[in-house]
């Protein structure tokens, strides 16, 4: 069984949020239930990541209400993630449940996860699966030799509206923050200050 990391760097990077995405359930301050992954195992570890690239908020999300985090990772900035050790196929399921479908077997994300092939090469490794919001792969780099992925939406900071997130997707935000960095209040607010100014 073949892992890899799945990079957050919005609600996600909050544990309990993503549990709800694996076990199924709605997170805190959410208005819609995840069915969860067909693997429920919890992740293996979860690591800091420090991400070369700019987050930014866009579009209006049905789960919270306001903008969701994006990650441009050719525009120079900082991002703050957090790693999780995945299967593969926890990763499809993830990457399903972030567009509002349903896990299902024969995920082709599954299968580009498990085959740097099939990854378009060049810069960030990136991979558009498809038009929708989370359907753009990038591979962010490798930790313990094992891929770094992350998903996003396949334009860029500077190509879409921004828009301001509800204050329970920063709350969880701030959580995953807290947990996996171990950052105060006055550390998590300074980095909400540089990653919303555009908002």
């Known amino acids: 069984m073949s892992h890899v990391w799945y990079v957050s760097y919005g609600s996600n990077m909050s544990a309990a949020r993503l549990g709800c995405y694996l076990e199924g359930g709605c997170p805190p301050g959410g208005s819609r239930h995840n ?6 195992t919890p992740p293996t570890r979860s690591v800091p990541v420090d991400l070369p690239g700019t987050t930014y908020f866009a579009g209006e999300s049905p789960q919270w209400g306001g903008g969701v985090a994006f990650y441009d990772h050719e525009t120079p900035g900082f991002t703050a993630a957090r790693g999780y050790l995945l299967t593969a196929g926890q ?6 449940q972030e567009m509002y479908r349903v896990p299902a077997p024969d995920d082709p994300v599954e299968q580009i996860a498990l085959d740097r092939s099939l ?3 060049g810069a960030g490794l990136r991979h558009e699966l498809g038009p929708g919001r989370y359907e753009t792969l990038v591979e962010v780099g490798r ?19 921004h828009t301001r997130p509800a204050p329970a997707y920063l709350e969880a935000m701030a959580t995953g923050l807290r947990e996996a960095r171990g950052w105060d209040e006055e550390q998590v607010a300074a980095y909400f200050a540089a990653v919303l100014r555009a908002a």
């Open 35 to 40: 069915p969860g992954a067909r693997d429920r």
């Open 91 to 96: 990763l499809a399921d993830v990457a399903a």
């Open 119 to 121: 990854r378009s090469p």
């Open 143 to 161: 930790y313990d030799g094992v891929p770094l992925l992350t998903f996003t939406a396949p334009h860029g900071a500077e190509h879409v509206e």
